[in-house]
């Protein structure tokens, strides 16, 4: 019995080793940006529906990629965009994504963005352009801004935004 | 015989619950152990670094990255700057605006050096945003320039007003 019970003793101890033993090796393998994640609080039924963004994201850790404010003024074909708002505001969402993409994300990892508009009215266009680029409703934060014009003669929409690249989206 | 082996077979159960109870323990025993402080904890955070992604002849020529991408960074949000003196000469209260961040910047342990990101806001007016890309050229001569956005806005006494982001290794 005394044998049996050296003998469970035993076991129980390699048993601690081997549950001890990984989680212990692992961390000099840690890589930067391992346990960084993103999480996008869930915005009202109006924020997530109609206005298309988070109150509020919290990331910790991860690769942050600040972007340049991005407008469009022809296709990425070269197509000229001059009046069209729709057309502006898609490319503007593709270029961010290609941008993105050469820094190893895309348009999912933006966390938050200024979007500057020269007319109050292109509001609830952009909303449901930007809507339709998040379907798993998550949203970045967002401003909206009307500004009076932008540094280029045409241009309708710019959009600036902070992107981060982490191990989990949450 | 029969008994005995009856008997056998009836502590047999009791065993059974004994080693059930030390296999238990040892994996409790195992969980509370792994994350302990056995063995040496992961650093903090990871090693800091920065890449500025390479821009369009049309972004040099703006004096912007499409992107600057940093990882373990110490970052400094800095409040809107907006610019003094000299009023009606842009080019003289924007250089007062970059004087201003770097008192603020230098007082956090870091300079103009270390900006990622700038969202400017100026006053519609022949000249101003070619006054602006100077004097980016100027502060930033090795073209490792923030990711900015440039925005006209209603006239409010100041010029110009930036607001920027700064990131510094840890």
């Not at chain 1, 050296?6 to 090796?25: E, F, Q």
Request: overall charge positive; hydrophobic content about 40%.
């Amino acid at each position: 019995m005394k044998r049996f019970l050296l003998g469970l003793v035993s076991v129980s101890t390699i048993g601690v080793w081997l549950l001890a033993a990984p989680k212990g090796n692992s961390i000099p393998q840690q890589t930067a940006a391992s346990g960084s994640s993103v999480q996008y609080i869930q915005g009202t039924a109006r924020q997530q529906n109609e206005r298309a963004y988070s109150p509020a994201v919290i990331s910790n850790g991860g690769k942050i990629v600040w972007l340049s404010g991005h407008s469009a003024l022809v296709d990425f074909n070269g197509k000229s965009l001059a009046g069209d708002f729709d057309a502006q505001a898609k490319e503007v969402f593709a270029q961010i994504d290609r941008t993105l993409k050469r820094c190893g994300g895309s348009l999912q990892n933006v966390v938050t963005w200024t979007v500057y508009i020269n007319d109050s009215r292109y509001g609830d266009r952009l909303v449901k352009i930007r809507h339709d680029m998040f379907p798993d409703g998550k949203f970045p934060g967002s401003a909206l801004i009307t500004v009076s014009n932008f540094d280029t003669p045409g241009v309708l929409v710019e959009i600036q935004g902070i992107a981060v690249i982490a191990d989990r989206r949450m | 015989m029969s008994g005995r082996k009856e008997s056998k077979m009836g502590a047999s159960p009791m065993n059974r619950v004994l080693a059930g109870l030390m296999v238990v323990l040892g994996l409790a025993a195992g969980l509370l152990v792994a994350p302990g402080s056995a063995f040496p904890p992961p650093q903090a955070m990871p090693s800091f670094s920065i890449q500025y992604l390479e821009g369009t002849q049309e972004q040099k020529n703006r004096a912007t990255s499409p992107a600057v991408i940093t990882e373990g960074a110490r970052v400094i949000w800095l409040a809107g700057q907006s610019g003094g003196g000299s009023p009606g000469n842009f080019a003289a209260q924007a250089k007062s605006v970059f004087d201003r961040m770097q008192v603020t910047l230098n007082q956090s342990g870091a300079s103009l050096k270390n900006l990622v990101s700038l969202k400017v806001f100026i006053k519609a007016d022949p000249g101003n945003s070619a006054d602006l890309v100077k004097l980016l050229q100027e502060i930033f001569p090795d073209g490792k320039y923030p990711a900015s956005s440039v925005v006209t806005v209603a006239y409010a006494g100041s010029l110009i007003e930036i607001q920027g982001v700064a990131v510094v290794g840890n």
